[in-house]
């Protein structure tokens, strides 16, 4: 069992380096998720979008062709040097910005600035459970009132649970890759000035992976 640190310091490593060996590991079309995403922000009145994890930008590519602002942020630079060329080839350079972060520092975002945060998957690092609670933290600060939250998670439904090698916390290791499985006592406790308005489970991939979506709101003032 491995702990601390630098075992996400590992896991961004090896993202990093298979984000240069696969251009396109997960194709050009968005997730159900980030659809999902771009027309409740849109029915929303909602302009401005911060997603963490961006990756390679499948979903980010498609929140800039609806018309969005994103500010696109993950530790990987080499996928978002990929992504800011792409956006520019498609005539959506202006809308984008990118910002190289490990979501475990402070978020490089004024306070409440932005409409909406979207990740998909990004909670589901090899992130601990104080780091998890840091970074809604920092997701409420950055969101003006009333803006909204949604990322995706895998549960501890998915055939990975419990499989691999274990790292505690829910964490489990396959093919080099470290999950932080959620149950729903880690959603309802991560719900830090926003109220949870919806958690909706859906399945992609080829396992298929097990997922829950989850959509809050912030709140106009604390409670």
Known sequence: MTRGKDLLDRQLEHWQSTF?????????????????????????GLTDVLELGAGQG???????????????????????AELDQAATASGHGTQLTTTARDVRQTLPVPDTSVDAVYSHM?????????????????????????GLHVYTVRHTGDAHYGAGTAHGEDMYENGGFIVHFFNRALVDRLTLGCTLLDVTEFEEGGLPRRLWRITLRRREAPQ
């Open 122 to 146: 990004l909670f589901n690092m090899a992130l601990t459970t104080p780091e998890l609670d840091h970074l809604t933290a920092e997701v409420a600060r950055v969101l003006r009132p009333g």
């Open 58 to 80: 499948r979903d980010t590519l498609t929140f800039l062709r609806a018309g969005f602002n994103v500010m696109a942020l993950d530790h990987a630079s080499d996928a978002l």
């Open 20 to 44: 240069v060996a696969n251009p396109q590991m997960y194709g050009t079309d968005p997730s159900a998720s980030g659809v999902y995403a771009i027309d409740l922000f849109r029915r929303e």
